[in-house]
């Protein structure tokens, strides 16, 4: 089992930054996909970030350039520094992780919400 507990989120104005983190404990060994999702009221859950244990990173069209994925393996966290945000990016952010069994995980999330 994987625990994921996220913190960073809050009420931003339109403009400003955050920085979400998921720190992960239990079984972590194994773990190659860290992800952010997004869900907010009355729509469909959104990939919003993911990075891989060797680094590579994607990121949804809407976010590019404004969030930034990364995580420190020491520390088994995973960050998303969100920059410029809009109201559109209100939602709650969950975090994700796929180890090498195909085991997924979830986190509570977080509530994220940009003010105009």
């Known amino acids: 089992q994987v625990q994921l507990v996220e913190s960073g989120g809050g009420l931003v104005q339109a403009g400003g930054s955050l920085r979400l983190s998921c720190a992960a404990s239990?079984?972590?060994?194994?773990?190659?996909?860290w992800a952010w999702y997004r869900q907010a009221p009355g729509k469909q859950r959104e990939l919003v970030a993911r990075?891989?244990?060797?680094?590579?990173?994607n990121y949804a069209d809407s976010v590019k350039g404004r969030f930034t994925i990364s995580r420190d393996n020491a520390k088994n966290t995973v960050y998303l520094q969100m920059n410029s945000l809009k109201p559109e990016d209100t939602a709650v952010y969950c975090c994700?992780?796929?180890?090498?069994?195909?085991?997924?995980?979830w986190g509570q999330g977080t509530q994220v919400t940009v003010s105009s």
């Open positions: 994700y992780v796929n180890n090498a069994w195909a085991r997924s995980y």
């Open positions: 239990g079984s972590t060994f194994g773990i190659n996909v």
């Open positions: 990075i891989t244990s060797g680094g590579s990173t």
